[in-house]
Antibody, heavy 122, light 107 residues
């Protein structure tokens, strides 16, 4: 059974860069049928898709965050990562990693990791 | 971006009732719509994809319908374990966007 697990700091200072990792077990991120991505959830903005990466390195980002986001895949470790720079309090949220089908418009997310709360505060 | 709206924002119903949630897209998204269930303190879980296809393991009391810009999630015979917030998501185009959610309470 495919499982995803987020890891990273729970508290980050404003203006700093957030780095989160999603470890995948029970399947390979090198499977060409899928993208691997990040979604966040905050009380103010609800669920927000951040972006997704294919093991080939092809990545798509939400234009609202594109200037600050990098998502990359580490196939030997079977992990993928999120970097979000220039943090503000508005980036405080629960961050989820999730798998997305890469075929056609089958752009739904399943499964999801359990989520990790990131608070941006000095 | 395609904006997603949901109604109602919350609903309270009794066990055994039928609950209907509506999701509207600001543009035509054909049948590229998914529904998720999020129980308190948990991650969202995919319930239905492509408007009406049930994800493996999802009880048959859940069903989806619609096309174009208007979609419906129906829970037939509400059960106590269905207490959750339900979100729709458009899968038609980048950036993928979610509705604001509908909270389902049990009376």
């Amino acid at each position: 059974q495919l499982q995803l697990q987020e890891s990273g700091p729970g508290l980050v200072k404003p203006s700093e860069t957030l780095s989160l990792t999603c470890s995948v077990s029970g399947g390979s991120i090198s499977n060409s049928n899928y993208y691997w991505g990040w979604i966040r959830q905050s009380p103010g903005k609800g669920l927000e898709w951040i972006g997704s990466v294919h093991f080939s390195g092809n990545a798509y980002y939400n234009p609202s965050l594109k200037s600050r986001v990098t998502i990359s895949a580490d196939t030997p470790k079977n992990q993928f990562s999120l970097r979000l720079s220039s943090l503000t309090a508005a980036d405080t949220a629960v961050y989820y990693c999730a798998r997305r089908d890469s075929s056609g418009n089958n752009n739904w997310f399943d499964p999801w990791g359990q989520g990790t709360l990131v608070t941006v505060s000095s | 971006d395609i904006q997603m709206t949901q109604s109602p924002s919350s609903v309270s119903a009794s066990v055994g009732d039928r609950v209907t949630i509506t999701c509207r897209a600001s543009q035509v998204i054909s049948t590229w719509l998914a529904w998720y269930q999020q129980k308190p303190g948990k991650a969202p879980k995919l319930l239905i994809y492509a408007v009406s296809s049930l994800q493996r393991g999802v009880p048959s009391r859940f069903s989806g319908s619609g096309s174009g810009t208007e979609f419906t999630l129906t829970i037939n015979s509400l059960q106590p374990e269905d207490l959750a917030t339900y979100y729709c998501q458009q899968a038609n185009s980048f950036p993928f966007t979610f509705g604001p959610g509908t909270k389902v309470d049990i009376k």
